[in-house]
């Protein structure tokens, strides 16, 4: 049963767009409305636009846009009826009721997150039984507390092939469920087994609270070490870090990141409460612009191998694109965190936390490893590769300082480093502005929708289609003044959907806001039609507008079925004059 439109009506009027997005974007105000950097693309300077008189948003970066139900839909990676319900939550509305039987997706996220809360309890009640000593046992040896391993809501699987898929259908659960919950894996005869055996376990929990996956540790070499749920209607681990659910309340104000559930645990044990972990995948574009949204800063903690130098230089671009200040913690005397500090203490990692290395150095230490620099065909190889590096860095005084290392580092003159820095730094400019050209120059591509599904098929009659569709989001009561033209007989079947729904909408008195067409089309379909809400289009002289629009309309229509001809003219002339009159006769 889809939600009462009036209900979802107003929800959009309580909730305002300028202040719903100040909450995850920092907007500054230019005219009559508001920019901000794009919390769905990673960029520097502004191009996400908030548009209050339309209550919309668009990104003239990466091409998102819709209304205040979208925005949430997109930021936190919602279905629509979620999204309507964290608005309806923040607004102080109450969710209407409804029956279960059509809804699916919402239905089927809710089932699996309550059997996974359901599981992650079995987990920790085996945990403390007399079959989970052996993963007690190893907790214990690993010195996490009573209080930790409660806290952490760890657990145990039991060394069985059935001993939760059991427990679960005694639950009431299908196979089904618990397949698409990523807690069962069927075999090929299609019988199905617990995935996580004999293995301490540590549930996953998203910013609410939600358990959406787990890990699985073994209690001693076997491989693999580390088993995590694969990705599910509710998990998706490029999207999610571990522990953010506490790190995200604590004070600190900078992020620690470390490599693992183990790691992250013992921190927070040593009071550390701001440590988290990416979950068994490389540290990716999503998981930095997670962390923006609650820390400035990120420490990057991770093991001292070769493994842990290469996934931490992943992670510097990722987390400085996203915006974060980044510093990296070089450990000695230990391995990983927890290591260091079993061996020295908290108070030892406090000092290591506050000497972590700027990233730029810590780089710039990274480069001069791969050269030898006693050799001068080297030493310039050092050189051009450390310019490239400084020359990334905004301000001038930062490149002249990180260039006073490098050149120091290979014994040259500040002075050469700076000439090399410079020339990287022009290269580089060179070929952003190119990018941004490519990017601009191309007038035919932005007319159209970026997915090519939606693809215009006649630009001109688009155009004027896209015009209308304006007038009547700017003004609902246009609606009785457009000569009876219906979506079918535009060019663009999204154009042509968007136009009958927002008809419909303004028929009913419901409104016409881009906001209020979130349920009825698809991310791309949005993207499109925020970018034809966000163009210019004045209602003053709307009367002409609109039958300048409606005359292109018709007129392409009529040589796009080729009947432009003779009697064909006199006779679509006569069917619209027909249809025109039944829906005067209709309106009163
Ligand atoms: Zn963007």
């Known amino acids: 049963m889809p939600l009462p439109e009036r209900f979802l009506d107003e929800l959009i009027a309580r909730t305002d767009i300028v202040d719903l997005v100040s909450e995850s974007v920092r907007l500054t105000k230019k005219g009559g409305s508001w920019w901000g950097c794009c919390p769905f ?5 502004p191009s996400f636009h908030v548009v209050p008189d339309r209550q919309m948003y668009k990104c003239f970066g990466c091409g998102k846009g819709g209304g205040v139900i979208n925005y949430v839909m997109e930021l936190e990676n ?7 319900a964290v608005l309806a939550k ?45 993963g007690l046992a190893y907790l214990e040896r690993r010195g996490l507390s009573r209080r930790t391993r409660t806290n952490f809501g760890l657990g145990f699987a039991l060394n069985s092939w059935d001993g939760l898929i059991q427990a679960l259908a005694g639950l009431g659960y299908s196979k089904r469920d618990m397949l698409d919950a990523g807690l069962a894996v069927s075999n090929k005869d299609g019988r199905i087994y617990d995935r ?6 540590f549930p996953i929990i998203d910013v609410r609270g939600n358990v959406i996956g787990f890990g699985g540790r073994v209690m001693d070499d076997a491989t693999p070490k580390y088993l995590n749920s694969p ?6 681990k490029s999207r999610n870090v571990f522990a953010l659910n506490i790190a995200k309340n604590s004070k600190a104000g900078r992020v620690i990141l470390t490599e693992g559930y183990m790691d992250t645990i013992a921190l927070h044990q040593a009071g550390f409460d701001n440590a988290v972990a990416s979950l068994g995948t490389a540290f990716t574009e999503e998981h930095g612009q997670l962390l923006a949204r609650y820390f400035k800063e990120a420490v990057i903690s991770y093991d001292g191998d070769s493994a842990g130098v290469a996934a931490a230089q992943r992670a510097i671009p990722l987390l400085e694109k996203a915006g974060l200040k980044v510093k990296v913690l070089r450990m000695q005397g230990a391995k990983d965190p927890d290591e260091f500090i079993k061996a020295y203490g908290r108070d030892a990692f406090v000092r290591l936390l506050d000497q972590s290395e700027n990233q730029v150095d810590y780089r710039l230490a990274q480069i001069q490893k791969k050269y030898d620099l006693t050799d001068d065909g080297q030493r310039v190889s050092f050189l051009q590769e450390a310019a490239q590096l400084v020359s990334t860095l905004h301000s001038a005084v930062e490149r002249e300082i990180y260039g006073g290392h490098a050149a120091q580092t290979a014994g040259v003159s500040p002075e050469t480093m700076k000439l090399e820095v410079d020339r990287a730094l022009k290269g580089r400019l060179r070929k952003e502005k190119r990018q941004e050209e490519r990017q601009n120059m191309a007038p035919v591509g932005q007319l159209q929708p970026k997915a090519r599904t939606l693809r215009y098929e006649n630009i001109r009659s688009a155009r004027a289609e896209e015009g209308l569709l304006r007038l009547l989001m700017l003004d609902p009561g246009l609606a009785g003044r457009m000569d009876g033209i219906t979506g079918a007989e535009f060019s663009s079947g999204l154009l042509g959907r968007a136009f009958d729904a927002l008809n419909r909408r303004a028929a009913a008195g419901l409104s016409t806001q881009l906001a209020a067409l979130a349920e009825d089309f698809d991310r791309e379909e949005m993207d499109h039609l925020a970018q034809v809400a966000a163009q210019p289009e004045s209602v003053a002289n709307s009367g002409q507008s609109i039958q300048d629009y409606i005359s292109i309309v018709r007129g392409e229509g009529l040589l796009r079925s080729g009947t432009a001809q003779g009697d064909d003219l006199l006779l679509a002339a006569q069917k619209r004059y027909q249809q025109k009159k039944a829906y005067m006769e209709e309106k009163t």
């Open 231 to 236: 990705d599910t209607p509710v998990y998706n």
């Open 196 to 201: 996580f055996r004999n293995r301490v376990m």
């Open 41 to 45: 693309h990673s960029e520097k300077t």
């Open 90 to 134: 923040r607004a102080g509305m109450q969710m209407p009721e409804f029956d279960g039987s059509s809804s699916g997706m919402r239905e089927r996220r809710e089932k699996i997150l309550e059997m996974n809360k359901q599981t992650a309890r079995l987990f920790h009640r085996w945990l403390n039984s007399p079959q989970g000593s052996e």
């Open 78 to 84: 919602l279905p629509f009826r979620d999204a309507v």
